[in-house]
């Protein structure tokens, strides 16, 4: 009798066990899933991005949590969202030009299972935000007609810095020539994206107005090239010369960018003739 009763037990356990395990598998659900509409953007500085997010939660949904990251590290705020679908916008800055921008989206069911999937940013400045971003160093100057550096060694230290108020300085540095630079005011600078062209004004002592064309052929984070007109070059002309110079001449300027600083200095070097030597700049209106 008692052996039938344990053996009776024995199989009612067993079978409660079965039961449970049953209904424990039953109850598990799959993890949550998400779909992005992007998973790699291109951007440039202030624009806005959007992704549409779409999350399946067979156990429900309790949030989407959005992070961004630069390099992998969380900054900013996280957003939380508790919709399986929405689109999610951010607007892109200059601080998310130098790391690796990523907007990280976490869904969370409610058994509390997650996953994670990433959308990369691609961020790019503007050609302005480019010639904010440095100081520009003027490297070389190719004449069309030899494929040849023809940049006269005066040149060779002037930094431009361009400023967000439409002017630029001119740091001529101890290389002085023996006119211009002791003769200009740099004044204002506008950029056409239109037409990828950059001009600079210049005021000379007599009040005269120049204007510098520069047609920007590229521009990055290490380097400037635009290609430029000289008219005039053959009154320099020696007779020494194997390609003598023309009336009419293209050159490629190259500009290098470095890291703008305090020590820059306008014009020649010290204090003295920060006003310029003209003392004024014209005032210039700009085609749109």
Not at 14 to 39: H, R
Not at 104 to 128: H, M, R
Not at 242 to 264: G, H, L, Q
């Given at each position: 009798?008692?052996?039938?009763?344990?053996?009776?037990?024995?199989?009612?356990?067993?079978?409660?066990?079965?039961?449970?395990?049953?209904?424990?598998?039953?109850?598990?659900?799959?993890?949550?899933?998400?779909?992005?509409?992007?998973?790699?953007?291109?951007?440039?500085?202030?624009?806005?991005?959007?992704?549409?997010?779409?999350?399946?939660?067979?156990?429900?949904?309790?949030?989407?949590?959005?992070?961004?990251?630069h390099d992998g590290v969380a900054f900013g705020t996280p957003q939380e969202f508790t919709t399986l679908t929405f689109t999610y916008t951010y607007t892109v800055t200059e601080d998310d030009v130098d790391p690796i921008l990523s907007i990280q989206f976490t869904a969370i069911d409610n058994d509390g299972q997650e996953v994670s999937k990433d959308v990369v940013v691609d961020v790019e400045l503007?050609?302005?935000?480019?010639?904010?971003?440095?100081?520009?160093?003027?490297?070389?100057?190719?004449?069309?007609?030899?494929?040849?550096?023809?940049?006269?060694?005066?040149?060779?230290?002037?930094?431009?810095?361009?400023?967000?108020?439409?002017?630029?300085?001119?740091?001529?540095?101890?290389?002085?020539?023996?006119?211009?630079?002791?003769?200009?005011?740099?004044?204002?600078?506008?950029?056409?994206?239109?037409?990828?062209?950059?001009?600079?004004?210049?005021?000379?002592?007599?009040?005269?107005?120049?204007?510098?064309?520069?047609?920007?052929?590229?521009?990055?984070?290490?380097?400037?090239?635009?290609?430029?007109?000289?008219?005039?070059?053959?009154?320099?002309?020696?007779?020494?010369?194997?390609?003598?110079?023309?009336?009419?001449?293209?050159?490629?300027?190259?500009?290098?960018?470095?890291?703008?600083?305090?020590?820059?200095?306008?014009?020649?070097?010290?204090?003295?003739?920060?006003?310029?030597?003209?003392?004024?700049?014209?005032?210039?209106?700009?085609?749109?």
């Amino acid at each position: 009798m008692k052996k039938s009763i344990i053996a009776s037990l024995a199989v009612f356990l067993l079978a409660a066990l079965f039961i449970v395990t049953s209904c424990d598998e039953d109850d598990d659900s799959n993890p949550p899933t998400i779909a992005l509409s992007e998973e790699l953007i291109d951007a440039k500085a202030g624009e806005e991005i959007s992704v549409d997010v779409i999350v399946v939660a067979e156990a429900g949904l309790e949030k989407v949590v959005a992070t961004t990251l630069h390099d992998g590290v969380a900054f900013g705020t996280p957003q939380e969202f508790t919709t399986l679908t929405f689109t999610y916008t951010y607007t892109v800055t200059e601080d998310d030009v130098d790391p690796i921008l990523s907007i990280q989206f976490t869904a969370i069911d409610n058994d509390g299972q997650e996953v994670s999937k990433d959308v990369v940013v691609d961020v790019e400045l503007t050609v302005t935000q480019l010639l904010l971003k440095y100081d520009w160093l003027l490297s070389e100057e190719i004449r069309e007609l030899t494929v040849e550096n023809d940049i006269s060694d005066v040149y060779t230290d002037d930094i431009y810095r361009f400023y967000a108020n439409g002017t630029y300085d001119k740091s001529i540095g101890a290389k002085v020539d023996a006119f211009s630079d002791l003769w200009y005011n740099y004044c204002y600078w506008n950029f056409n994206e239109a037409d990828s062209m950059l001009i600079l004004s210049r005021t000379g002592a007599f009040l005269e107005d120049v204007r510098d064309t520069i047609m920007l052929t590229s521009i990055d984070y290490e380097e400037l090239k635009g290609d430029v007109v000289y008219y005039g070059l053959d009154a320099f002309n020696t007779g020494s010369e194997a390609v003598p110079y023309e009336a009419v001449e293209d050159y490629e300027k190259i500009f290098y960018a470095t890291t703008r600083s305090a020590d820059f200095d306008p014009y020649q070097v010290g204090d003295a003739d920060d006003a310029g030597p003209a003392g004024t700049c014209n005032d210039v209106t700009w085609e749109k």
